[in-house]
């Protein structure tokens, strides 16, 4: 089994920056995808960020370049530093961890509220 769990999310104004953390664990060597999905009241669940085993990263539209995620497959870990932050982005934000094809696990989520 593997363990996903987020940190990092809050209340944070417009215009500000929030840095949300996840980590895998569990019977596991090395995650092969990670990514950031995110799913406001009402909405479907899209795609914030991911980041593949090559270390190349993609970004759903609405990023514009404001978001940035990282990687340490050392600790099976990646961040999502989300900087500009518009009452837009406010959601529940998962992390899920791709440990082989087919074979995915997520996180519980981490509330972000974009509100002045």
């Known amino acids: 089994q593997v363990q996903v769990v987020e940190s990092g999310g809050g209340l944070v104004q417009p215009g500000g920056s929030l840095r949300l953390s996840c980590a895998a664990s569990?019977?596991?060597?090395?995650?092969?995808?990670m990514g950031w999905y995110r799913q406001a009241p009402g909405k479907q669940r899209e795609l914030v960020a991911i980041?593949?085993?090559?270390?190349?990263?993609q970004y759903g539209d609405f990023v514009k370049g404001r978001f940035t995620t990282s990687a340490n497959r050392s600790r099976n870990a990646v961040t999502l530093q989300m900087n500009n932050l518009e009452p837009e982005d406010t959601a529940v934000y998962y992390c899920?961890?791709?440990?082989?094809?087919?074979?995915?696990?997520w996180g519980q989520g981490t509330q972000v509220t974009v509100s002045s």
């Open positions: 899920k961890a791709i440990v082989h094809v087919g074979v995915e696990f």
């Open positions: 569990g019977r596991f060597n090395s995650f092969y995808y």
């Open positions: 980041i593949a085993p090559n270390g190349s990263t």
